[in-house]
């Protein structure tokens, strides 16, 4: 697991609308990438996915319901499936903000 650091202006140029503003993420290491993909999908939470260059790494980001992003670490070597859609509407962009906030409940 690891923190990383961040204050309130990282993002889109100005202070962070949602999450804790201190931290930038949380990561963990994690097996089964795509069982984690599909629960994702069966949700309708909104994710993005990564291979890490020259390391035998997969990673998915995705924020927790209170905006704070969770980076999934995985070994592709444990791993079985194809690897991480690296296409433009799937690979993570370090900064890039998609997180979306649930309506508040009624």
Same mark, same amino acid.
Do not use: C
């Given at each position: ?8 202006? *990282? ?16 990561? $963990? ?7 984690? *993909? ?14 890490? %260059? ?5 990673? $998915?980001? *995705?924020?927790?319901?209170?905006? *704070?992003? $969770?980076? $999934? ?8 499936? %194809? ?17 979306? %906030? ?5």
């Amino acid at each position: 697991m690891h923190i990383y650091a961040a204050g309130p202006g *990282v993002g889109d140029g100005g202070p962070t609308p949602t999450g804790t503003s201190a931290i930038d993420h949380v990561s $963990l290491t994690a097996t089964g990438f795509h069982a984690y *993909v599909d629960k994702f999908r069966g949700l309708g939470i909104e994710w993005r996915e990564f291979k890490v %260059p020259n390391a035998p790494l997969w990673q $998915l980001f *995705v924020f927790d319901p209170s905006g *704070v992003q $969770l980076e $999934l670490t995985f070994d592709e070597r444990q791993e079985s499936g %194809p690897p991480p859609d690296m296409s433009d509407a799937r690979r993570y962009q370090a900064g890039e903000n998609f997180f979306r %906030p649930a309506p508040p409940a009624r």
